[in-house]
């Protein structure tokens, strides 16, 4: 059983920069891969990137594609998304989530372990 905890989050302008963490307790964190999701009020949770278990092979979704990366560190069990020129359409609650396997997903249902979620809001 793998438990995430985010933190980072919180309130920004337009254009700043924002970095999220998430860290991994149980489980073998090198075992999966991990993601971002987020979900705005009533829209669907969304996938904002996924990186593999070896940290070599990244995705990102089409919004925040050359805006945001995702990093993993498996010695120190942790996964940060580093979000730049941030847009007030960024805001939403985000979500760290490990997956099934160690291959990176869109997919929310490959993703059984979640994170409690952190809000970021950007505003103009």
């Known amino acids: 059983q793998v438990r995430l905890t985010e933190s980072g989050g919180g309130l920004v302008q337009a254009g700043e920069s924002m970095a999220l963490s998430c860290t991994a307790s149980?489980?073998?964190?090198?075992?999966?891969?991990m993601a971002w999701f987020r979900q705005a009020p009533e829209k669907e949770r969304e996938f904002v990137a996924g990186?593999?278990?070896?940290?070599?092979?990244?995705y990102y979704g089409d919004s925040v594609k050359g805006r945001f990366t995702i990093s993993r560190n498996n010695a120190k069990n942790t996964a940060s998304l580093q979000m730049s020129t941030l847009k007030p359409e960024d805001t939403a609650i985000y979500y760290c989530?490990?997956?099934?396997?160690?291959?990176?997903?869109?997919?929310?249902?490959?993703?059984?372990?979640w994170g409690q979620g952190t809000q970021v809001t950007v505003s103009l």
């Open positions: 149980g489980g073998t964190f090198n075992e999966h891969a």
């Open positions: 989530a490990a997956g099934k396997t160690g291959w990176p997903e869109r997919n929310v249902d490959e993703y059984p372990f």
């Open positions: 990186v593999s278990w070896s940290g070599v092979t990244t």
